[in-house]
Antibody, heavy 121, light 106 residues
């Protein structure tokens, strides 16, 4: 069964850091690109970052560039998002999503259940 | 960045009726547009990709159309599970962008 299981969310103070993880199963992890998408409370979807099949190409939205880092671990079939210098505007549910190809050039066919990140003092 | 504008923001319909949602892109995106359905408290779910191809398991009452800058998602014979928020998303360029969403309510 194709599945994405997320972990790592929680409450963090402004300026703090958090690392999200997304564990994949049921398919060949190394063949696909992945994305992170977030949704602030009561708001729409915002694309955050993407990584291609082997981690050589990474993309970021302007709102997180320089603060967030996407990475992947093909030994453990896990996608990560390292989030630094967090602000209250980063408060959201974060979803990982699998692209339909290796380069991240398609749509998002498989989504994780989401994990909540709350930035608050 | 490519801006996607969805309309209407909210559509009120009765079960069994039809709904038509619009998504307009700020520049040409060919047919590289997807639609997602998000039920309350759940992750989004792919409904349509490449503007008009139904995703696996999506019933034929969902129809996507359009190319270039203007796109439409039509849903006929609305069922209870169709009352949700729908987002369009372009995968023509970076950054990937979503429309603001359209809520289909009873």
């Amino acid at each position: 069964q194709v599945k994405l299981v997320q972990s790592g969310g929680g409450v963090v103070q402004p300026g703090g850091s958090l690392r999200l993880s997304c564990s994949a199963s049921g398919f060949n992890f190394r063949s696909y690109a992945f994305h992170w998408v977030r949704q602030a409370p009561g708001k729409g979807l915002e694309w955050v970052s993407a990584i291609n099949y082997d981690g050589t190409n990474k993309y970021y939205g302007d709102s997180v560039k320089g603060r967030f880092t996407i990475s992947r671990d093909s030994i453990n079939n896990t996608l990560h998002l390292q989030m630094n210098s967090l602000t209250v505007e980063d408060t959201a549910v974060y979803y990982c999503a699998r692209d339909e190809d290796a380069w991240g050039t398609y749509f998002f066919n498989i989504w994780g259940p989401g994990t909540m990140v709350a930035v608050s003092s | 960045e490519m801006v996607l504008t969805q309309s209407p923001a909210t559509l009120s319909v009765s079960p069994g009726e039809s709904a038509t949602l619009s998504c307009r892109a700020s520049e040409n995106i060919d047919s590289l547009l997807a639609w997602y359905r998000q039920k309350p408290g759940q992750a989004p779910e792919l409904v349509i990709y490449e503007a008009s191809i139904r995703a696996t398991g999506i019933p034929a009452r969902f129809t996507g159309s359009g190319s270039g800058t203007d796109f439409t998602l039509s849903i006929s014979n609305l069922q209870s599970e169709d009352f949700a928020i729908y987002y369009c998303q372009q995968y023509y360029g970076w950054p990937r962008t979503f429309g603001g969403g359209a809520k289909v309510e009873i």
